[in-house]
């Protein structure tokens, strides 16, 4: 009798806890959902602010390049009409942007409710990754470009950075168990060795990625490796990889401007000038790299085009006005200007 009551209450238990894994999967699964359907809300968000950045990058040069020769009110009106589209499309920029942070912190909280439900949920871990990522990014971006911070405060965002990208890391970690999201995991594993300058670890992750044959944006992996060649002063490998990369998606302007960086440092300026031009005639996003701005102008200098380059200094600061880059792009128009042969990288 007492055996056969200890038998029930062991089945009753097993019964018991098969029943909550049962509830913790459903509801993994509902606020996966529920916060999946937010980042996408939020992805849509970013994109439109790119189509209206594009957009007025577009009315910009329509502004620049309208002649007087088909009389001067007709011009006026003209620019008139553009700068008011302007100014709509900048309203909608911030409206969009502000939409976008909210979508992307409720997804973050539904998202980490899926995975304390169920752990095993790859596809939440992947998200939450990639959200915490795109969070440290962000921080790094703000406090390079908004503008230029001393060196006590830029470590101190580089910590609160370094912090997301060590959450990030151990959410891909996880997704990577997941055949379907092997690849994508460490390629993005990579772009965090990047970050924190572990060029060896970069590599590693990025020949994991291309391991994968039928995986889509071997590109990046490529670039990733490349860039960290780059660092590693390993020139040739570096060329190697970011041509087989644009080579996969010629539109990816960061390995394009990896790659003119490449050929800066080994002195072949004008390759390096001719595809620092080619990523910032992209448009939004590519014609926000400020640092293509810097570069390109400082091989224009030593081509002994300084007219050009004048004109591409002053360009770069029409990006972010307060950045270190801009800065630098400012310092280097004051040399120019006073007939100084120096030109200024750091």
């Not at 950075?161 to 060590?166: F, Q, R, S």
């Not at 014609?287 to 293509?292: N, R, Y």
Request: with cysteine; charged share 30%; net charge positive.
């Amino acid at each position: 009798m007492k055996r056969f009551q200890i038998l029930i209450f062991t089945i009753f238990l097993l019964s018991s806890c098969t029943e909550k894994k049962q509830k913790n999967t459903t509801y993994a699964k509902k606020q996966y959902f529920l916060g999946h359907d937010y980042f996408v809300r939020h992805i849509k968000a970013l994109r439109e602010v790119d189509r209206l950045r594009f957009e007025n990058n577009q009315l910009e040069k329509k502004i620049s390049n309208i002649s007087l020769k088909n009389g001067q009110n007709m011009s006026v009106v003209n620019i008139r009409s553009n700068k008011k589209l302007i100014r709509k499309n900048l309203k909608q920029i911030r409206n969009k942007s502000e939409l976008a942070k909210r979508y992307l912190g409720t997804a973050l909280k539904e998202l980490k409710k899926a995975v304390i439900a169920n752990n095993t949920h790859y596809q939440a871990h992947f998200e939450l990754g990639l959200i915490y990522l795109k969070k440290a990014t962000s921080i790094i971006d703000r406090a390079k470009r908004k503008q230029c911070l001393s060196a006590d405060e830029m470590e101190e965002k580089k910590g609160n950075a370094g912090i997301l990208l060590n959450k990030s890391k151990k959410h891909f970690l996880v997704a990577a168990k997941d055949k379907e999201l092997t690849s994508k995991s460490y390629n993005n594993l990579s772009a965090i060795a990047l970050h924190f300058n572990e060029y060896d670890n970069a590599i590693e992750y990025s020949r994991k990625t291309l391991k994968d044959l039928v995986y889509s944006e071997t590109y990046v992996a490529n670039a990733n490796m490349g860039w960290a060649y780059y660092h590693l002063e390993k020139y040739r490998k570096a060329k190697a990889k970011l041509k087989e990369a644009l080579m996969e998606e010629s539109k990816y302007c960061l390995a394009r401007y990896r790659l003119a960086r490449v050929y800066f440092e080994q002195n072949k300026l004008k390759l390096a000038a001719r595809e620092f031009k080619k990523t910032i005639d992209q448009g939004p996003p590519c014609s926000g790299i400020q640092e293509a701005y810097l570069y390109f102008g400082l091989s224009l200098v030593q081509l002994n085009q300084t007219s050009l380059a004048n004109y591409i200094f002053k360009r770069c600061l029409l990006v972010q006005k307060e950045s270190c880059v801009a800065q630098k792009c400012r310092r280097n128009l004051k040399i120019m200007a006073s007939d100084n042969s120096s030109p200024e990288t750091e």
